[in-house]
């Protein structure tokens, strides 16, 4: 974000990429400055959403975990998260190249906690431990 250039107003540079240039605030409605934008840059047939879409699949080509990638979209359903984060075809191919690399060693075995024991369980053995002490 530090590339994009900031508009600067009377109040000073903008921390918005659509912003008034009378106050330097963010705009409500975007959709003139963004077709504006768009009929300079020579854009058509692009809508906004279409960052959304470009910048979930960005991350998750790169790597970025999914849950990542929904918190930074604010999704509340990871399901929607997965409408845009379409793997590149290279990824699949990394992904099955990875079986190629040798044996795995397996983890290590994790110690399981102590369990806890239910109300029957404890009831049983304070009545067994009251008949045989």
């Given at each position: 974000m530090r590339a994009i250039p900031r508009q600067v107003s009377k109040e000073g540079p903008s921390p918005y990429v659509f912003n008034n240039p009378d106050t330097g605030t963010r705009w409500v409605d975007i959709r003139k400055p963004w077709f504006a934008a768009l009929k300079v840059a020579a854009i058509r047939n692009?809508?906004?959403?279409?960052?959304?879409?470009?910048?979930?699949?960005?991350?998750?080509q790169r790597g970025v975990p999914l849950k990542a990638v929904q918190e930074l979209l604010g999704h509340a359903d990871i399901k929607t998260t997965m409408r845009y984060a379409h793997l590149a075809p290279s990824d699949l191919e990394r992904a099955v190249l990875a079986l190629s690399k040798g044996p795995v060693r397996p983890a290590p075995a994790l110690s399981s906690p102590p369990r806890r024991k239910g109300k029957l369980e404890a009831n049983?053995?304070?009545e067994e431990e009251r008949h045989t002490g």
């Open positions: 692009f809508r906004f959403h279409d960052l959304r879409h470009s910048f979930a699949s960005r991350m998750v049983a053995m304070a």
